[in-house]
């Protein structure tokens, strides 16, 4: 009991500023089972990490380190694009993963030391940890005219909360017959079928309200996920390929720069001005994946798939958006089932057994329209001749084409189900 | 805050216990158990990646997707199998995923949320 009480007076301490991470070392290393855990990050990754690792061992004890109090799903948020949820209706708190025994401190991992296995608080405070769970998500990669500061007037709503709501208001204002341009980015990045679920989203939106107005995408890649099911709906709802198509999407475009100011794309070929502009830049892991060395000379976080444990720094596990887990893609629904594998592999690991054979899902589901869903899923295991993530041959795949219309009315019954299940999942 | 401290106390007394029978559900915190527990219980890796979709508890659940926690074992087993071998009506997801899983897989996972409450 010792580790409980040092652990509370420890929390207690790392809120008022002082650093006690070292006295709780000394004493959580004279454990039978149990061990620290300290987690990174309260979105799915994190959040489902922390909350799994209690339920396979209670014995062990989990901090979870989030800034905000609150967390906006960025699944659902495109729905809020198209207007059928309020931001508050994707919005979970974090008292569910305190009732499964959860310690959330609402602060900032500033510094990760992998040798004295600690980590650095914001507001001043030290933990100490057996084992770290690093969950940060993405950070962009600003350039082309794009910054930090320009996100704040042309959105890339692509972290769910005030930047959704900045982009829902900015299509409320526009009056019809106003041309809405969206710049997808390139690969890798999360979520690869969201840009063309928002582009669905904000089309049904216009359809509905602002029929006489257009949406261009100007895409730098080639082809985009579920791209056959996404054009074939949006040929049957937004005449799409129609001279009166509401979408017109260019692909392979090079993008050169935006100009904010004027809401302007230019592309090797011509310019694009915009009456509301979203661009969503290239991505890389969160910042605290970099100054910790767990990128090394790339953008995203090399793992070992059995246990999401870095390649690169010993005792800390990657997982999320922020690792490289190919060929899983960045969804939530990833992230999720990463992140039970991972919790799976560091009770094994604190009582010294075998790690257990590891299993993954991921399904991703899209809104065409809010009675059209199409999906996309996979079952992965570990290919033991190469030790890396892989698909199971023969499972898993898209939704059929040319589907009769009641069963594009279940899979959109079914995206907003898992929306429930998988939120309720991961912080309930 | 109180609350939470003295449930820490009280979890690591009681070492709760995530049984077999209990997978997500909260009430998992009351039930007694040893101090740690096995990690690898056969159909718990994989019968957690379902949980995804399939809600554990049907306590205010408002989806559309099926609750197999305490389902019948067989029934579920039949049901696979049937996604499997493409021959189940209605379906538009599981098919794909069925085909993921060995038998051997599916009758653990079928055991695994069989034997759970909800
Ligand atoms: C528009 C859109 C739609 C999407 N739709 C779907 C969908 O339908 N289905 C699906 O499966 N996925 C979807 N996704 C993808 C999904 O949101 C991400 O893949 C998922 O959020 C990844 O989880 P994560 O834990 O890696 O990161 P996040 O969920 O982003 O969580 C990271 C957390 O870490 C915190 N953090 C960062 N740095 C620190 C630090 N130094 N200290 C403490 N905390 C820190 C952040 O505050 C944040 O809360 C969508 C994404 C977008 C943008």
Known sequence: ??????????????????????????????????????????????????????????????????????????????????????????????????????????????????????????????????????????????????????????????????????????????????????????????????????????????????????????????????????????????????????????????????????????????????DVLNFIPDQKAGAIAHATGLTGDGDWCPIDGRTFESTLIKGIHVIGDASIAKPLPKSGYAANSEAKVCAAAIAALLQDRPVPEPSWVNTCYSLVAPDYGISVAMVYEIDHATGKISKVQGAGGLSPADAPPKFRRNEALYAQSWWMTITADTWG | MKNHEKWLHVAAVLAAAYATTACASPEAKQTQAPAHRSVDAPGEVIGRTCAGCHALSKKNYKGFVPVIAGMDKEKIVQKMRAFKAGTAKDVTIMDRIAKGYSDAEIDAVAAYYAKMKH
């Not at chain 1, 040092?6 to 149990?34: E, K, N, T, W």
């Not at chain 1, 041309?179 to 989203?201: D, H, K, L, Q, W």
């Open chain 1, 1 to 274: 009991m010792t580790t409980n009480i040092s652990r509370r007076d420890f929390i207690r301490g790392a809120g008022a500023g002082f650093a006690l991470g070292p006295l709780l070392f000394g004493v959580s290393r004279a454990r039978a089972g149990g061990g620290d855990v300290v987690v990174i990050g309260g979105g799915f990754g994190g959040a489902t990490a922390a909350k799994y690792i209690r339920l396979i061992d209670p014995s062990i004890q989990v901090t979870l380190i989030e800034p905000a109090k609150t967390y906006v799903t960025c699944p659902g948020s495109n729905w809020v694009l198209g207007g059928l949820r309020k931001i508050d209706q994707i919005t979970m708190t974090y008292d569910g993963l305190e009732r499964h025994g959860v310690k959330v401190v609402h602060d900032m991992v500033t510094h990760v030391d992998p040798d004295k296995r600690s980590v650095k608080l914001k507001s001043g405070g030290t933990l100490s940890y057996d084992r770290l769970v690093v969950s940060p998500g993405i950070d962009f990669k600003w350039g082309k005219g794009y910054t930090a500061a320009v996100s704040h007037e042309i959105p890339h709503a692509w972290k769910a909360g005030a930047q959704t709501t900045l982009l829902r208001k900015q299509l409320e204002a526009m009056p019809d017959g106003g041309t809405f341009i969206i710049v997808p980015p390139n690969n890798p990045f999360r979520c690869p079928p969201g840009p063309a679920e928002r582009i669905s989203m904000v089309a049904h939106y216009f359809k509905k309200h602002k029929p006489k107005s257009k949406i261009i995408a100007l895409d730098p890649k080639g082809k985009f996920s579920k791209q056959g099911l996404f054009i074939e709906g949006w040929k049957k709802l937004y005449g799409y390929g129609t001279d009166a198509s509401m979408i017109d999407y260019h692909q392979n475009v090079e993008i050169e720069e935006i100009d904010p100011k004027t809401k302007t794309v230019v592309t090797g070929v011509d310019e694009y001005k915009a």
